[in-house]
């Protein structure tokens, strides 16, 4: 059974920076996409930020500049590294991976940035 725990949220206040780490496990044989997303109350979800195996990186324009994604696949393991945090960056966010040509979600971890 594959699952994904993630790491690294928290309180913050703007202008700081907090870096997220979501690790797989489980029977795995290839990961393709590894993706961030964040959904804040009462707004939907918003992919931030995805990197291909490859290293290929895409990200939102709210988080160009700001967030930096990266991956270890040895590890399994996907990064988020946050900085100049904002107010609006307040969010439960989520990884979720490409493992096998299925797509598996973290449990969200609680992201809140102070003014």
């Known amino acids: 059974q594959v699952q994904l725990v993630e790491s690294g949220g928290g309180l913050v206040q703007a202008g700081g920076s907090l870096r997220l780490s979501c690790v797989a496990s489980?029977?795995?044989?290839?990961?393709?996409?590894m993706d961030w997303i964040r959904q804040a109350p009462g707004k939907e979800r918003e992919l931030v930020a995805s990197?291909?195996?490859?290293?290929?990186?895409n990200y939102a324009d709210s988080a160009k500049g700001r967030f930096t994604i990266s991956r270890d696949n040895a590890k399994k393991t996907a990064f988020l590294q946050m900085n100049s945090l904002k107010p609006e960056d307040t969010a439960v966010y989520y990884c979720?991976?490409?493992?096998?040509?299925?797509?598996?979600w973290g449990q969200g971890t609680q992201v809140t940035v102070s003014s």
């Open positions: 979720r991976f490409t493992i096998d040509l299925k797509g598996y």
């Open positions: 489980g029977s795995i044989f290839s990961i393709s996409a």
């Open positions: 990197i291909t195996r490859g290293g290929v990186t």
